[in-house]
């Protein structure tokens, strides 16, 4: 027999990146009660990792929960980039409704199109909250306009249209259902999620049923499983079986050792928990995103969508460079492989496979960011190694035609930049579907364009628009191999020779393009210095002396003025290698080499190519 159990709401805050999801969380548990009057809480609280900090990213999705009025409101905070679209697809099944957040300025972005229709074609019922109301170039009639549009376009119900609209600045933690008065709380946000969100309905005299859909990875007790309770009650101590939709043969008895709720920021233990709790478990080795735990004597799994497959992939390679495994502190083979499946116990999205070489695997995941955020993670952690340009995967369709992977780029650029986008994203193999004036003396323009025309492409972009343009893709299909695409027009400055770079080799070296070392830097043969003016490589000797006569001092060289070298970041780094390049990272340095580094054997292999 079905019932509600109206003590408990859950709810996935979903939005476009940067709309303000994660500060809308903040200040739901500020204004519960969650923290204690006069506690200092750094901003953005739920994103706890460094990384996610710094770039003012969500990467993984969260759990906390609130209490209001004696109703306990879990609630999960989401990714906005299409890279960790993962995440939010599977976090939704855990929920009964959503909040979808829209910037007051910015309105309706492409990922807010996306979540949405995750959203939409799960049936939850949505609240819109359009955030940062009390932004001076706000619009938010304009905004309430486009999100009608869009549920329109995403062909939502009649009670999905029919949903309510809160007017908030999660900043100013306030919120109203009116768009012309400010309101003074959050109260009006909590009040809408009572009212409309329904509560979570199950049989709870019904055998267990709890669906898998995020893991935690703890060093201490291992993976964590985190779900809903859909039917029955699940108890500390009680054996279960574990099923999965997708695998049938899959049946595994397990006990359960260790369960949690989430209160605020915190697990709490507890020994059983009812339908609709959220809740994680703890001491079951293998358990997997879409495993159903039921009761013994009731087993069906529950059934979930497949999570969306990778597209992009690189290869990470133990470092064999002449200045191997002097920064980093892990630099075996084995000390690779076992970070990189670890990494599989919490990312759904990655896939890592060994190749015939035992000191390179194949990493593939969904986007170049999803990747350089491993491998910033891996860095940080004293991990040493090299990794390839990254590469699209194909498909091959039944007439053994070959696919790729084909995006849709959303640009919004100011107008006079619009020319030398389009040219540029021509070039690359990317069809201009419509062209439109967006606000603020902004055009938008919307591609169809292969994502590997995209690799690479981010760094041109900034310089192309001085740092104005907006670019978003969203994966949209496999489609027909389009051609070759060049990725760089100019070739690579190559050191010829060991030792350490020296003013009066660089000052000769600047001439033939733009150097990424300055004086003092240890370099090696085949090791990439800089890029050059010309689309071929050329070496060069940056640790040139020069030769003193009598006639010639050595403070002679005071006078040579070098250019400030051009730094590159993890992620520019990532852009500028050729297919036959390497990066090379450390904990310390980030160095570009070519593949073979000896130049003799190197110039062999392009003349076979």
Known sequence: MKQTREDVRNIAIIAHVDHGKTTLVDELLKQSGVFRQGQEVAERVMDSNDIERERGITILSKNTAVTYKGTKINIIDTPGHADFGGEVERVLKMVNGVILVVDAFEGVMPQTKFVLRKALELKLPVIVCVNKIDRPEARPAEVIDEV????????????????????????????????????????????????????????????????????????????????????????????????????????????????????????????????????????????????????????????????????????????????????????????????????????????????????????????????????????????????????????KDENGKLLEPMEIAYVDVPDEFSGTVIEKLSQRKGELQSMGSA??????????????????????????????????????????????????KQGSLIAFEAGESITYGLFNAQERGTLFIGPGERVYSGMVVGQSAKPEDIELNVCKKKQLTNTRSSSADEALRLTPPRVLSLEQALDFIETDELLEVTPESLRIRKKILDPTLRKRASFKK
């Open 439 to 488: 606000s603020g003396g902004y055009t938008r323009l919307i591609f169809n364009i292969p994502s590997r025309g995209l690799i690479g492409y981010r760094g041109d972009f900034l310089t192309d628009t001085k740092g104005n343009g907006i670019l978003n893709t969203v994966f949209d299909c496999y489609g027909p191999y389009k051609g070759d695409i060049q990725y760089r």
């Open 148 to 395: 009608l549009e869009l549920f329109i376009d995403l062909e939502a119900s009649e009670e999905q249209l029919d949903c309510p609209f809160v007017f908030a600045s999660a900043k100013a933690g306030i919120a109203s259902l009116d768009m012309d008065t400010l309101g003074t709380d959050m109260v009006p946000l909590f009040e809408t999620i009572l009212d409309y969100i329904p509560a979570p309905t199950g049989d709870p005299e019904a055998g267990t049923q709890v669906l898998i859909s995020t893991i935690d990875y703890n060093e201490y007790v291992g993976r964590i499983g985190v779900g809903k309770v859909d039917n029955g009650t699940i108890r500390v101590n009680q054996e279960v079986i574990i099923v999965n939709h997708h695998e049938p043969d899959k049946q595994r008895k397990v006990k359960i050792s260790k369960l949690y709720e989430f209160d605020g920021l915190n697990k709490v233990d507890v020994t059983e928990a009812g339908i609709g709790s959220i809740v994680a478990i703890s001491g079951i080795t293998d358990i997997h995103i879409g495993d159903t735990l039921c009761a013994t004597d009731a087993v069906s799994p529950i059934p979930f969508q497949k999570i969306s497959e990778p597209t992009i992939a690189m290869q990470f390679v133990v470092n064999d460079s002449p200045l191997a495994g002097q920064e980093g502190k892990y630099v075996t083979s084995r000390h690779l492989r076992d970070r990189l499946f670890r990494e599989l116990n919490t990312d759904v999205s990655l896939r890592v496979e060994e190749t015939e070489s035992t000191d390179s695997f194949k990493v593939s995941g969904r986007g170049e960011l999803h990747l350089s955020v491993l491998i910033e993670n891996m860095r940080r952690e004293g991990y040493e190694f090299a990794v390839s340009k990254a590469e699209v995967l194909y498909h």
